[in-house]
């Protein structure tokens, strides 16, 4: 067997004597204890703080970050987006469009391929591009990208790269052929962590001084290995907040600690 293929076989079975049965369990079993195993010893070295949880409930909202959120949730819904519907997203986005004061260069990966045979996907009724359409609705002087795997999606005024998250290299082309700096980045993608860190790897490099990055549909599951990036992020001087919302979570990053502030009500 080759050593790339065994290691991956490898990487959760325990180093030790097992039997044939444990050996099939066990992987399994490790994995899933992973993040919690992880977020319990960065915890002795952090504060409660930065494991904090923020919700849209309890977000602060000025009269043109509700203006901005409203129009979003009409053009979502509009275009076909589940970010206002099933999501609350545009509460999120809302606040943050609302804090340029320029057209934002805007890049989302992950468009929502309707292509059953595409893992992620969002059936044969699916409207693959919806929230790009949205946003360039909504700004129609932003350069408005977008990335996926599903190489026949195309949206009218956008550029659109065929990338794969799970593969880093093919972010190249983003590189390549995108924006030097986007001003907000989001990851609607395949929604495992292993493909979250790798375009939030990316990400960190192609965000502009004061750009946002957002991973979107983060499971309850997966929170604890969100609170142990944050911890990561937050000790190498960025800003990291993990937002409950309606249907899931969202991990909003920025290379400024205080942009965006989320504030909690009194």
């Known amino acids: 067997m080759e050593r790339g293929k065994s290691s991956l076989i490898m990487w959760f079975v325990p180093n030790s004597a097992l039997t044939d049965e444990q050996r099939k369990t066990m992987p399994q079993q490790v994995a899933s204890r992973m993040p919690d195993a992880l977020h319990r010893v960065v915890q002795r070295f952090s504060n409660d703080a930065v494991f904090a949880e923020y919700s849209t409930d309890n977000l602060v909202f000025n009269e ?56 992620s996907n969002m ?59 986007y001003d907000i980045i989001i990851d609607d993608g395949l929604h495992s962590p292993d493909a979250n860190l790798y375009t939030l790897e990316f990400a960190l ?6 750009g946002i990055i957002v ?11 969100w609170k142990t990036v944050r911890y990561i992020l937050s000790s190498a001087g960025y800003g990291a907040h993990l937002i409950r919302t309606k249907a899931a979570f969202m991990f909003i990053v920025s290379k400024n600690k205080s942009f965006p502030k989320f504030d909690r009500q009194s």
């Open 64 to 119: 043109k970050q509700i203006h901005i959120s409203n129009t979003l949730a009409s053009l979502f819904a509009e275009h076909g987006s589940d970010k206002s519907t099933t999501h609350n997203y545009h509460l999120v986005y809302g606040s943050m469009l609302a804090l340029f004061n320029s057209p934002p260069k805007i890049l989302e990966i992950g468009l929502g391929t309707n292509d059953p045979k595409i893992a």
């Open 123 to 181: 059936g044969i009724s699916g409207r693959p591009g919806a929230s790009l359409r949205a946003f360039k609705a909504f700004s129609p002087q932003s350069i408005v990208d977008g990335a996926d795997i599903d190489d026949s999606i195309k949206v009218e005024g956008c550029r659109v790269f065929t990338i794969d998250q799970t593969q880093p290299k093919t972010f190249d082309v983003i590189k390549r052929h995108g924006e030097v700096a």
């Open 205 to 210: 490099e192609a965000i502009s001084d004061n």
């Open 215 to 225: 991973i979107e549909d983060i499971s309850g599951s997966a929170v604890d290995i």
